[in-house]
């Protein structure tokens, strides 16, 4: 999961755990697939929201909740 990976990490999206059409369209709108890099910038302790960058390009601030949903692989 996004959320269990430390900050500074880098990972791969490899699946979603949820896959209501929501959630879904989110990934589509932030550009995220299967594939997709990630770096974990910050865990922002007050509301556990984290920052990252995605495919090297874009940082954006999702949700607890959005990165429990995430499944990823950590990679060098």
Do not use: H, W
Request: negative net charge; contains cysteine.
């Amino acid at each position: 999961m996004l959320a269990e990976i430390a900050e500074g990490s880098n990972c791969t999206v490899v699946a979603v755990k949820d896959t209501s059409a929501p959630f879904l369209q989110y990934l589509k709108k932030l550009a995220i697939g299967i594939g997709t890099r990630i770096k974990l910038l910050e865990k922002i302790p007050f509301d556990n929201s984290i920052i990252i960058i995605i495919s090297g390009e874009e940082q954006t601030t999702v949700s607890k909740v959005f990165a429990e949903n995430l499944l990823v692989q950590e990679t060098e």
